[in-house]
Nanobody, 127 residues
Framework: QVQLVESGGGLVQAGGSLRLSCAAS????????MGWFRQAPGKEREFVGS????????YYADSVKGRFTISRDNAKNTVYLQMNSLKPEDTAVYYC????????????????????WGQGTQVTVSS
């Protein structure tokens, strides 16, 4: 059974930083690209960024480019989302997800590309 468990969310002031973690189990984590999505109240879930199976390449939504960084530690079966210079509009529930296909690259911006999702972690940025 594949499980993805996010952690690290919380309340932070605008301009601050948070690091989210996503711990994976139940599949050979190192063979799959991973992604982060978020959903703000009253809005559809949107793509944040993704990382290739090897961790050597990443792809980001324009709204977070230059502020957010995705990394992974395949030895720990964990993917991270480092969020800097946070803005109130970054407030959302953040989800990690595992790409369906083996050995995918970094370009995975569509929800249909993912087959497993975490339960989400709340990030609230106050102004």
């Amino acid at each position: 059974q594949v499980q993805l468990v996010e952690s690290g969310g919380g309340l932070v002031q605008a301009g601050g930083s948070l690091r989210l973690s996503c711990a994976a189990s139940g599949r050979t984590f190192s063979r799959y690209a991973m992604g982060w999505f978020r959903q703000a109240p009253g809005k559809e879930r949107e793509f944040v960024g993704s990382i290739s199976w090897s961790g050597t390449s990443t792809y980001y939504a324009d709204s977070v480019k230059g502020r957010f960084t995705i990394s992974r530690d395949n030895a720990k079966n964990t993917v991270y989302l480092q969020m800097n210079s946070l803005k109130p509009e970054d407030t959302a529930v953040y989800y990690c997800a595992s790409v369906r296909a083996l050995y995918s690259g970094d370009f995975s911006p569509h929800e249909y590309e993912y087959d497993y999702w975490g339960q989400g972690t709340q990030v609230t940025v106050s102004s």
